[in-house]
């Protein structure tokens, strides 16, 4: 068997899903976080795949943005939740009023 | 003949890696344990690049995502969950309510992706990283400069967040 | 004309940019003597941005090798940005040092933002579209936590960027599937394909729109994705929530327009019917939870909800009138708004600190200025003639009933006439209700200016709405 475009595809889609599940069933705020960072690997990948396919490098420049995008998300994501700790000792959502969702 | 089994097994072996480990992220009830989890979905993730001959980006993922966004995170299970009982099994709510618009997106995207014909992928090019930096350079030098306010705004807003407080008081 | 290296194409955003540099220097410098110096150079910034905009009004073409746009287009949002955040700017002061958050990085956050937001209304290729609008987020995150010592704020912020991270996740895997099927992030490639396609939404291409679409969605509060809004508008300083309700939501509006607004391009009767279905189920849902809140914060929130459905109905119609009516109402949106959160900041703090609607109980008597000008900005959220909000509207309504939407027209009037009844809530409170003893207003001077040009912008633009929509119009043809 070739690997073939949509070897990457289907897997991507998989991880997507993957981390969506993490973000709907999980309540911890990290662990959210991390299951975003599985969703945008995943569209990640598709976006190399799609590249190497087409022979050409946006997508790639398209997810070399991403990661700056990504990291600095996780920064501010973090420095929130250092916050919100030093005023709730929780950072589990139930335990956070507004996040009922 | 070898060369092509070879290629074919690290591929497979990366895939299971990846899936596997974030398989792990999601359902492990450990903390700290779905934060190290990550670190081989990312790994992972990292070498299928490679396969993809998206060198630059696989060192890139190793650098910023395994270098800087695990560490972050790590640092974050560190600093939150109370040191001494790191294995706090954390509640979930109605796990399969949830799982269904899951089901639902997984579907459609999985009916599509197959639905297209399968494109073969061409041998492998030469290395990206000169060609990226040309781009980045010329076509894509006013998103690099967005970007590098982009920073600017996470770094101060996370800086001013972060920051102990001494002179704010409440409402 | 393609000039590629033009720096004038993107003389805004450099402003900004270099303006919120500026603003973080003169704070460390001059921050200990002179208070509020980082409060004048942000003005200052805007004032001259704004000047710049309006000098060097968008002539047609690209830049930047088709990076940015520098049409009419561009110029009408970033001169509707720059007005919100000199208005939010202008009435800030008073919340951030009554809760001790005087610090110059909120200007700095502020300039950030509406840089992002000109970037999103100027895009050419998807990927600057995606910076500009996570540049908005991210200082949009950090401003909604501003107040740290509040579990609110600190709360909202939280929701608002665990969530906006998620729903980034579906734009940018959209962005990958568009990509995919078109081999290029460029928007004017990606109209070519959709030109030529004989099937525009075959392949990758219709999920990956649909999914772009949600991302966006997201960002304009559409129902179903609007859950977070209430909630984070809620917990958000006041003057954010202002600019939050109104600017990132005309450049999530720019965006869409850019991105999907094709005329000749028939994306389809799917396409149209999720479209349809997603502006009634707005304009209701917002609607009747609006009634049902007793918070003017709260209440305000939901029916921003309610607006992105009027405005859902314009970007469906998607013709020459509905999408000049939809910038027309963008930029009225940003005054009746912000006019009327500035208004309940100071009604507020007569009361408890809550928004309670009795806070505005005789207002009518004690203050008749300001219970004018909120009368004028309930009336024009309602969309009574001759008020700018109801021009708006009216074109929207009537660009929607030539495109053959009667039912939905006739939803969206339904609607509007539902929602009269919390509007005009808060004017029988000012002017028929006993209330009990409530402390004084205090004075607030630049709170009174805000809401002051927020209530002339609306009356003048309400008498004599033909300039602005030739504008818009002028802008709209320039998309093409």
Redesign the interface.
Known sequence: MIISLNHYLVLGAFLFCIGVAGVLTRKNAIIILASVELMLNAVNLTFIAFARHWGDATGQIFVFFSMVVAAAEVAVGLAIIVVLFRHKESINIDEVNLLKW | MILHFL??AV?WFL?IL??GS??V??FNKR?LH??FA?LF??CG?AG??V????D??AA??ML??VG??LT??I???F??ARMYNMSIP????Q?FL??L??LG??G???Y???S?E?????PM?AP?TE??GK??L??????F???S??????????????RP?K????? | MNYDYNLSAIAVPLILAAGSVLVLLTDVLLGKKAKDSAYQTTLTILALAGVFCFTRWGTGGSAFFGQVYTDGFTSFFNLAFLTVGFLVVLNSPNYLIRNGIDHGEYYMLILLALLGMTFMASAGDLLIFFLGLETMSICLYVLAGFHKSRAKSNESSLKYLLLGAFFTGFLLYGMALVYGQVGSTNLAEISNYLAEAANPLGGYMGIGLALLLIGLTFKMAVVPFHFWSPDVYDGAPTPVTAFMSTAPKAAAFAAALRIFYHPGIELGIPWENVLWVLAVLTMTVGNFAALAQTSVKRMLAYSSITHAGYLLVGFLASNELGASGMLFYLFMYGFMNVGAFTIAYLVNRRGKGNYNLSDFAQLGTKSPMLAALMSIFMLSLTGIPPLAGFFGKLYIFSAAVQEGYVWLVVIAVLNSAISVFYYLRVMVMMYMREGEDLADLEKAPTVAITAVICGLAILIFGLFPSPLLDLARASIIALL
């Open positions: 290629t074919q591929f895939v990846t899936v974030a398989i992220v999601v903390i779905s934060a990550l979905t990312l993730v299928l690049y396969f993809l001959s998206a630059f980006l890139s993922q910023v995502y800087g966004i972050l995170i640092f974050g299970v600093l939150t954390e509640q979930t709510h796990r949830a799982l618009p899951v997106l997984g459609i995207i999985f599509v992706l197959n297209a399968w494109h073969l992928i061409t090019v990206t060609n990226l781009m980045l010329t076509t894509y030098l006013v998103p400069e967005v970007a306010m982009l920073l600017l705004a996470a770094l101060i807003g996370a800086i001013r967040l972060a407080r002179e704010d008081h409440d409402d």
